[in-house]
């Protein structure tokens, strides 16, 4: 087993006791519900933000828009138009009646 440490503002230390006396009253320990709580934390963000990271997005000046549905990041294969804006959709996203405009996206 592997130690490892953090650390928090001393005045969060009511918060870490309660949190303690929580975990002890339901039968486990800090150690366990920190770890539950990092596990699904990286379930529920891996692989990965499809966003950019703000320093390559200062680099270019704006950000690169990538070529993926508004919903989940799948590749696209319907766009519409919304606002002004071409907003694209992957077939499970997709529903043509919230766009006055709309059209299927050709693969190259």
């Known amino acids: 087993m592997t130690y490892k440490s953090f650390y928090y503002p001393n005045n969060k230390e009511s918060i870490w006791k309660k949190f303690l006396e929580i975990t002890k ?30 320093d390559v997005i200062s680099n270019i000046g704006k950000p690169y828009m990538a070529s993926t549905c508004q919903d989940c990041g799948r590749s696209p294969v319907f766009e519409g138009l919304k606002k002004g804006v071409w907003l694209k959709y992957c ?14 996206i050709n693969k190259k």
Do not use: A, C, M
Request: proline share 5%.
């Open 91 to 104: 077939g499970l996203h997709w529903d043509n009646r919230q766009f006055s405009v709309y059209r299927k």
């Open 25 to 54: 009253r339901e039968g486990t320990t800090g150690s366990y519900k920190i770890l539950q709580l990092i596990e699904e934390y990286v379930k529920q963000h891996d692989p990965g933000n499809p966003q950019q990271r703000l």
